[in-house]
């Protein structure tokens, strides 16, 4: 039980890492091709990031924050149900 749990919380910021650059708005690719992943830690290294994840872009309303957590909140549910 507890090496399944070790390895999805290692695949869990590769994940989240995807799935807020799937949600990142694409106009010129900029911003998804300046996103990265640093350990665990996602990285947006552009300097309109901040307003991109308030919700300024149609194409995300609710910014990459938000429903990335989202995301992964149902993630874990979903991995922690089948470890039991």
């Known amino acids: 039980m507890f090496e399944e749990a070790e390895r999805v919380a ?13 949600s990142t708005p694409i106009r010129t690719g900029n911003a998804r091709r300046s996103t990265s992943l640093r350990g665990s830690t996602i990285d947006a290294n552009y300097v309109y990031a901040e307003r991109l994840d308030q919700g300024y872009s149609r194409q ?25």
């Open 60 to 84: 995300a309303p609710k910014g990459m924050t938000e429903p990335t957590e989202k995301f992964l909140q149902k993630r874990i549910d979903d991995l922690i149900g089948k470890i039991k």
């Open 10 to 22: 290692q695949t869990l910021p590769k994940e989240a890492y995807d799935y807020f650059v799937d």
